[in-house]
């Protein structure tokens, strides 16, 4: 069983012991509460309560990041809330001199179960999970893969393999041994694919590898899904002419680009990394069991799974959930939860 999974994840790589008892006796966890309590319009809030559970956002985090250049003269990117959600935790962070060795592994939610890791879309994190998480009733802890460089502290990857490697070296370290339960959406599905096949080569278990909506880059397709999916986007592009422009679907998942370029100012390198990646990566061939949940209404992708992925994954087994690409997981969560749930009623409770 993977170690501490349902109580924290190991974010901080470099200082693996960092906790409360490193800033006891400090002035930096009392100032940091009255500033929670005035952005989060609480009377009380506790050292370790999670910002998010509080009512905290990307908005309000903006502010708190703010803030906290303005008080400590530190600029740090308001994406760092997710791997120090508690007053304690960032006080931990804000007393270090350098900059922290960061996991990617972010939990999103509890569970005493085999842990499941997800990995985001194009140009998304693990935010973009936080409603799927919250109605998701298998017992299993799902940690959120967070894309390296998003916190304006490393070079983003662009290749696919790299960015599978930089997952899979955080979840073999926090845990050693399969059976391994992975997912992710649209690019995401991809990088947890390539990520299923290096362990299934290693002769570890992957119990489970959901995919949802992902696709491989057009030029990857097979001719004829290449020209039907080429026809489908011109036929799109008629029926939507002279409307209302559309929110860009290859950004991951997340409806607002402007906001999540304000929220995450690293963002704009690794969107671009993760573009090169789609269109140089040709897809693994993978012998395991694999679920792609597909969306109902298709916009820019292939209408057909298993047209583009049974000469790779045999087996294949495909869902369809409402709502379109973007939709499926900003809208129609609940659903999409209750056929993820489904899956992993299935994978075994431990080792």
């Known amino acids: 069983m993977a170690r501490n999974c349902s109580i924290v994840p190991a974010l901080f790589l470099g200082e693996p012991n960092l906790t409360v008892a490193n800033v006891s006796g400090s002035s930096t966890i009392p100032a940091l509460s009255q500033i929670w309590q005035r952005l989060l319009q609480v009377n009380s809030i506790g050292p370790d309560d999670n910002f998010f559970d509080l009512g905290g956002d990307s908005a309000l985090a903006i502010q708190l990041f703010s803030e906290i250049a303005e008080l400590y003269g530190r600029e740090l990117p308001p994406v760092m809330i997710y791997h120090v959600p508690t007053i304690s935790s960032l006080a931990a962070l804000l007393e270090q001199r350098s900059a922290p060795e960061l996991s990617p592994l972010i939990l999103l939610k509890q569970g005493d179960r085999l842990p499941v890791y997800i990995a985001p879309g194009l140009g998304g994190g693990p935010a973009e999970f936080f409603h799927l998480v919250k109605?998701?009733?298998?017992?299993n802890p799902v940690y959120g893969l967070q894309p390296k460089g998003i916190e304006g502290f490393d070079q983003p990857p662009e290749r696919i393999?790299?960015?599978?490697d930089f997952y899979l070296k955080a979840i073999l370290q926090f845990q050693p041994d399969g059976p391994y339960v992975l997912g992710g959406y649209s690019l995401g599905g991809l990088v947890a694919l390539e990520m299923a096949a290096r362990l299934s080569r290693k002769g570890e278990e992957v119990a489970l590898l959901v995919m949802m909506d992902s696709y491989?880059?057009?030029?990857?397709?097979?001719p004829?899904?290449?020209l039907r999916l080429l026809a489908q986007r011109v036929k799109r592009?008629?029926?939507n002419f002279g409307r209302s422009p559309q929110v860009n679907i290859r950004l991951g998942g997340l409806p607002n680009a402007d906001a999540i370029?304000?929220?995450a100012p690293a963002l704009e390198p690794v969107k671009e990394a993760a573009y090169?990646?789609?269109r140089r990566y040709k897809p693994v061939a993978y012998s395991g069991d694999v679920v792609f949940i597909r969306a109902r209404e298709v916009t820019e992708f292939p209408d057909d799974p298993k047209a583009v992925w049974s000469h790779l994954i045999p087996n294949l087994r495909v869902e369809t959930v409402p709502g379109d690409h973007l939709g499926m997981l900003t809208t129609h969560y609940e659903k999409l939860a209750s056929v993820v749930d489904g899956y992993l009623a299935a994978v075994p409770s431990s080792h």
């Open 261 to 263: 370029s304000t929220f």
């Open 237 to 239: 592009r008629v029926v």
């Open 276 to 278: 090169k990646a789609l």
């Open 135 to 139: 109605y998701l009733r298998a017992p």
């Open 161 to 164: 393999e790299d960015m599978a």
């Open 216 to 222: 491989p880059d057009i030029n990857f397709l097979a």
């Open 224 to 226: 004829a899904q290449f």
